[in-house]
């Protein structure tokens, strides 16, 4: 599945821009730079916008088409903020043959986004994951640092309704 940048206005400040161009300093000439690069900019971010990703291309001397190759194909890097309503769906093999499609098409849906995104408002955001560890409980969502197990599609709306 691959990632998609949607439309979140940035609000990167002058101090983060400057955190990312000391850090792009730090790595010039060293070889695979770039994870590590793409690593710390995320920390000073929360997320990799294209905003940041064309800081990072300027810095490298990199193509900006690679550099977002490289933010999107791995999954640590988010090309979007969380909302502050974080929704991941597991799309494990456990959870995925107890239905976790059908949650995640009932949850995208019902906030109107789809996996990968962030609301314009910022409120929610969606992902779906790999295994999270809790195949016993599978399907398996979580919404922040909550986990709700052991769910149906009908479970979703009770669930979205806690954080309206």
Request: proline content about 5%; some cysteine.
């Amino acid at each position: 599945m691959k990632k998609k940048l949607t439309t979140v206005m940035f609000r990167g400040t002058r101090d983060q821009e400057e955190q990312l161009r000391a850090v792009i300093e730090e790595y010039r000439g060293v070889p695979g730079a770039m994870m590590p690069i793409l690593q710390k900019a995320q920390e000073i971010y929360g997320y990799l916008p294209v905003e940041v990703l064309r800081i990072v291309a300027e810095g490298t001397d990199t193509p900006l088409e690679e550099v977002y190759g490289v933010a999107s194909f791995y999954s640590q890097f988010s090309l979007n903020p969380k909302g502050s309503v974080a929704i991941a769906v597991c799309l494990g093999t456990a959870c995925y043959v107890k239905g976790s499609g059908d949650i995640l098409d009932r949850i995208s849906e019902k906030i109107g986004i789809g996996p990968g995104a962030t609301s314009p408002d910022g409120k929610y955001s969606l992902e779906a994951t790999r295994c999270i560890g809790a195949c016993g409980l599978a399907p398996v969502l979580t919404v922040n640092d909550t986990v709700y197990g052991r769910l149906t599609k009908d479970d979703v709306d009770g669930i979205l309704e806690q954080y309206q």
